[in-house]
Nanobody, 115 residues
Framework: VQLQASGGGLVQLGGSLRLSCAAS????????IAWYRQGQGNQRELVAS???????NYADSVKGRFTISRDNDRNLVYLQMNSLKPEDTAVYYC??????????WGQGTLVTVSS
């Protein structure tokens, strides 16, 4: 698998979920890995990214609520999502900037936040 997101589900307002992204070594090793999301009727947007060295960046809408991390030994990236809101409902994807530029997307994982 090149990039596979998992861990989505249904959660209540204020709840938490942790998403996982498994990546093949060739993609994972030297790349920034990012989480994107697309809500119904919305454009896909960048949620968070993390460098090989572990430096994170976040969209303003998730700062203080979401935490991105990576395990370089296991080729995994995580997105811990706390204090979830209905507007966080979306399909979440993990990807690299270069693959996004070329239009390559894997299967996402659906997160639904109920109020």
């Amino acid at each position: 698998v090149q990039l596979q997101a998992s861990g989505g589900g249904l959660v209540q307002l204020g709840g938490s979920l942790r998403l996982s992204c498994a990546a093949s070594g060739s993609i994972f090793s030297n790349n920034i890995i990012a989480w994107y999301r697309q809500g119904q009727g919305n454009q896909r947007e960048l949620v968070a990214s993390i460098t090989r060295g572990g430096s994170p960046n976040y969209a303003d809408s998730v700062k203080g609520r979401f935490t991105i991390s990576r395990d370089n030994d296991r080729n995994l990236v995580y997105l811990q999502m706390n204090s979830l809101k209905p507007e966080d409902t979306a399909v979440y994807y993990c990807n690299t900037p270069s693959r996004v530029f070329r239009g390559f997307w894997g299967q996402g994982t659906l997160v639904t936040v109920s109020s």
